[in-house]
């Protein structure tokens, strides 16, 4: 397995010229993923980068890091990954399919912690091929924060791995909880939180450049914007989280959260303004 060790997240312009500069490879099949590991022994949760999450996604005032924020600490792990040698594919045109979350403690501003992302597995799916990243955030060496990002490669032909299956089917017991905007200046203002600045999500102008009808909202803000009114009021200290996002939101948009409540926890969905189309499907354990 190869290892890269950060001792700070690269520089954006940096970072974004080198997924630029991976667009030169060829999307193709590969028998197994090469055994990549990237870390960043020391990062400091931010308190002003905390509280602009918490703005910019509809959280509440606080101190602690909501459930989905230890995501974004990974982000520069994940695109360094994506712009290796390592991955044998583009960033570019590379889509995040399918996530799982698993809190087994708050993260609060000023924590130091270590962040880890380690390549996983191989999936086939009828678009394409399926391959997971493995992230993991330790405080004082223990796991406080563990995730799995899914992405799509498409245009792989022949796949490699077992079909990728839905854990969501369509559920008529959902019932609309409650409405939301996403306003047409959201990918701009989620980018400088998230460190995502993809041209799809930055003007109309950009996205068109790059075959979008218009601007698209960044999949993991509409995630956390929805869970901003779904997650009980407090700290919410363990938690589960399996997200599928479906659809891409054109800013900009009104949407509607739907829920059904089970034993096991919150079965709820991100719908268009008419619940014809579906954005994000989701279950959530707290």
């Known amino acids: 397995m190869s290892a890269h060790v950060l001792l700070h997240p690269p520089a954006l312009p ?39 999450y918490r703005s910019v996604c509809g959280f509440d005032d606080g101190q602690t890091a909501p459930l989905t924020y230890p995501q974004l600490l990974t982000f520069p792990l994940v695109m360094a990954y994506l712009s ?21 403690d708050t993260l609060r501003a000023g924590d130091v912690v270590s962040v880890e992302v380690v ?58 909880a409650f409405d939301f905007e996403a306003p047409a200046n959201i990918g701009r203002r989620y980018a400088w939180v998230s460190g995502d600045f993809n041209p799809m999500h930055l003007s109309r102008l950009s996205a068109r450049l790059l075959g979008f009808r218009g601007t698209m909202a960044h999949g993991l803000w509409t995630q956390a914007r929805a869970l901003a009114g779904l997650l009980p009021s407090g700290v919410v200290q363990r938690a589960t989280l399996y997200t ?10 009104q949407l509607a959260v739907w829920q059904h409540k089970t034993p096991a926890g919150l079965r709820w969905e991100v719908r268009d303004a008419c619940a014809d189309r579906y954005h994000v499907r989701a279950r959530l354990s707290v």
């Open 244 to 253: 599928e996002f479906k659809s891409p939101v054109l800013l900009p948009a």
């Open 119 to 176: 390549t996983g597995a191989l999936r086939s799916h009828e678009k394409g091929q399926v391959f997971d990243l493995d992230l993991f955030i330790r405080r004082e060496g223990e796991v406080v924060w563990q995730g799995t990002q899914s992405l799509l490669r498409r245009g792989v032909h022949e796949p490699t791995g077992l079909p990728h299956v839905s854990d969501f089917q369509d559920d008529d017991q959902l019932v609309k």
């Open 14 to 52: 940096s970072l974004l010229w080198r997924a630029w500069a991976t667009r030169s490879k060829r999307p193709g099949r590969v028998d197994s993923l090469p055994a990549a590991h990237w870390s960043m022994p020391s990062v400091t949760v931010q308190a002003a980068d905390v509280a602009h």
């Open 84 to 104: 290796s040698p390592e991955c044998p594919w583009p960033a570019a045109g590379t889509v995040h399919l399918y996530n799982r979350i698993e809190q087994h």
